[in-house]
């Protein structure tokens, strides 16, 4: 089977995953980039609000771990889903089993080391 | 009332041009004139080498199809007040270009062909909604059934969305937006039986998840159709189709080994 | 308007050849200047910001599980204004394909699945935005210092 077909077989999951990354992940992923990369490190909010012991009763307790963990790992689908189409339509649409299997490499990998990096706290 | 304008025309004749080239022609064009009323003309009275496709001058046929600056249109629908003084007339794009205006729709009938455009297993699914849900008489449909679909058999096959969509002129393979929405108008349709058949068809050589959900198919299509509501539709059900294959055994469709 | 580019050259091509040599496809000329496109563009633009904030992402939680020298070191960072513009950036982006994503699900829903129906669009819509605005409200708060 061609390495394109061999993708095919995948593209029902890989557009699944994407879907969601972009909505539920896009959603998480607000207020994170919002207070954890913008008004966090500008002390527009309490250094003490993630300090370290905060931060990690929050991303280490049952269900703070999934979420961050979906914060993480969602949106990594999406953006691999768009960098693939962004090569195909910039023309290379006859490395897009290459490419495609790069990005969504790329996401697989992104998702094993958010899981590890939640697991770990 | 007239006005003057020019109008830069595709030109290709495959025995004489090696790649196509524009030629100019200026004439009055009346107010109330659309495109084609203008290209008639030009094919009438200045020159009748040009070459171009049209019949029912009002929007029905999906013949007259061409890119009016840079944009696709029904050129029978198309008025001329809305351009400036120079228009710009191109063979529709993401087509190979047979003559002048003429684009080759063989590719179209193909892919038109892979969705499998017909009611399938139609007796059974009649027996099986007889059994159910009507007390009799075959192929009943209640108005919300047929509003399921409505919209998506309306299309005309302009093809002008498929000069719209990027996703068309990158990957030739993919199914275009009338297609899919044809396949995916038989699948809405309770008194057909082929959904499982067409959603493979959608998920593997068809491949309905490259489109990139852009829209431009529903911004271009003159009769309201809403193509992309349709394809994303389409991946919507072939997902559902895909898991539910997973856990469920099916029999194989035809043509498998 | 600009010369179009040329489309894959396999592009709409028919199964079997035409009597005739055709000319080649080519894409809209109007692709290049039209609005519409270069927000579909900047939508696909979207792919890198939100790769490169998960991958952001993950080193701030492994520092997190590293100790706190090394979250304190991570926090550091974060507060170099490039790190923060770059969370704008991708806050921005995050806002944008959220908008347009919303616009266009609605009717992406089919009719009905068996026999389960979507709410009218709408009313879905409503429920999208307000899904949205809520969790980030609430998570909002938490992160800030707020409810736990």
Redesign the interface.
């Known amino acids: 089977m061609s390495q394109e077909h061999r993708l095919l077989k995948f593209e029902p999951l890989i557009w699944f995953l994407f879907g969601q990354g972009i909505m539920i992940g896009s959603i998480l992923m607000t207020s994170w980039l919002l207070v954890v990369g913008i008004l966090h490190p500008l002390g527009i909010v309490h250094p003490d609000a993630l300090g370290y012991e905060r931060a990690l009763m929050l991303a280490s307790n049952p269900i703070g771990s999934v979420i961050v963990f979906s914060i993480l790992a969602l949106p990594l689908w999406k953006g691999a889903h768009h960098v693939r189409h962004f090569f195909i339509d910039r023309g290379y649409a006859e490395y897009d089993g290459t490419i495609g299997a790069l990005s969504y490499l790329v996401a697989t990998l992104g998702s094993l080391l958010a899981l590890v990096a939640v697991i770990r706290l | 009332m007239t006005t003057r304008r020019k109008f830069v025309v595709t030109r290709?004749d495959?025995?004489k041009d090696e790649?196509?080239k524009t030629q100019e022609y200026e004439i009055e064009c009346q107010d109330d004139w659309k495109v084609l009323d203008a290209i008639n003309f030009i094919k009438d009275e200045v020159d009748s080498t040009i070459s171009h496709r049209w019949s029912c001058r009002m929007a029905v046929c999906g013949s007259c199809g061409m890119?009016v600056?840079?944009?696709?249109k029904l050129t029978c629908k198309t008025a001329l007040d809305s351009y400036g003084d120079t228009v710009?007339i191109?063979p529709l794009?993401?087509?190979?270009?047979?003559?002048d205006l003429v684009?080759?729709l063989?590719?179209?009938m193909?892919k038109f062909q892979q969705v499998k455009p017909w009611i399938m297993n139609a007796k059974e699914e009649a027996e099986k909604k007889a059994a159910s849900t009507m007390k009799e008489g075959t192929y009943r449909q209640s108005t919300e059934e047929l509003?399921?679909?409505k919209q998506f058999s309306m299309c005309i096959n302009c093809m002008l969305c498929?000069?719209?969509c990027?996703?068309?002129?990158?990957?030739?393979d993919f199914l275009g937006p009338a297609a899919i929405a044809l396949g995916h108008r038989y699948n809405?349709d309770t008194r057909d039986g082929g959904q499982d058949e067409r959603n493979q068809i959608f998920?593997?050589?068809g491949?309905v998840?490259s489109c990139?959900?852009?829209?431009?198919c529903s911004?271009v299509c003159p009769k309201g159709v809403?193509p992309?509501?349709a394809v994303?539709?389409a991946?919507?059900?072939?997902?559902?189709d895909?898991?539910t294959g997973l856990v469920v055994s099916r029999p194989a469709a035809k043509g498998d080994e | 308007m600009p010369a179009s580019k040329a489309a894959h050259p396999e592009a709409m091509a028919p199964p079997t050849p035409g009597p005739t040599r055709t000319a080649p496809p080519m894409q809209p000329g109007s692709w290049k200047t039209s609005p519409r496109m270069k927000q579909y563009a900047r939508f696909g633009l979207t792919g890198w910001i939100y790769l490169f904030a998960s991958f952001a992402g993950i080193a701030i939680v492994w520092s997190l599980g590293s100790g706190p020298e090394a979250y304190a070191r991570m926090q550091a960072i974060l507060a170099h204004p490039l790190a923060v513009g770059f969370h704008l950036l991708a806050l921005a982006s995050v806002v944008f394909v959220l908008i347009r994503f919303f616009g266009l699900f609605p009717k992406a829903q089919p009719a009905r699945i068996g026999p389960a129906k979507p709410p009218p669009q709408p009313v879905l819509k409503v429920m999208l935005y307000g899904v949205w605005i809520g969790i980030a409200l609430v998570m909002a708060i938490v992160k800030a210092g707020g409810l736990f």
């Open positions: 290709f495959p025995d790649v196509p890119m600056d840079g944009e696709p710009e191109e794009a993401n087509f190979p270009v047979v003559k684009v080759e063989e590719g179209f193909g509003m399921a679909f498929y000069s719209a990027p996703v068309v002129s990158n990957e030739p809405m998920r593997e050589e491949t998840f990139s959900y852009a829209n431009e911004e809403d992309a509501a994303n539709q991946k919507f059900n072939a997902v559902i895909w898991a």
